[in-house]
């Protein structure tokens, strides 16, 4: 059965970092591109960060563009998001996706709360 696994949430204060995980089983990782996605109460879904499948050419939406960077680890099926300088709008619940086109696959997502 196909399973993504996010981890490494919390709570945190301003400015201070965070380390998110993506665990994978159940189907190919390696073949599939890596996005992260974030919700907040009340706004939709926002995407954060994406890893492709092959490229060293991660991309990243200008909220996070120069804190954040996404990174993964084919040999421990995992993803990783690394987030710095964090802010009190980046709290939300922080979602892993993975396209294997045409399957896209979610994880239940880890919360990360920034406040003093």
């Known amino acids: 059965q196909a399973q993504l696994v996010e981890s490494g949430g919390g709570l945190v204060q301003p400015g201070g970092s965070l380390r998110l995980s993506c665990v994978a089983s159940?189907?190919?990782?390696?073949?599939?591109?890596v996005r992260w996605y974030r919700e907040a109460p009340g706004k939709e879904r926002e995407f954060v960060a994406s890893?492709?499948?092959?490229?060293?050419?991660?991309t990243y939406a200008d909220s996070v563009k120069g804190r954040f960077v996404i990174s993964r680890d084919n040999a421990k099926n995992t993803a990783y998001l690394q987030m710095d300088s964090l802010k009190a709008e980046d709290t939300a619940n922080y979602l892993c996706?993975?396209?294997?086109?045409?399957?896209?696959?979610w994880g239940q997502g880890t919360q990360v709360t920034v406040s003093s």
């Open positions: 996706n993975v396209l294997v086109w045409p399957d896209g696959y």
């Open positions: 890893f492709p499948i092959t490229a060293d050419d991660p």
């Open positions: 159940g189907f190919d990782f390696s073949a599939g591109a």
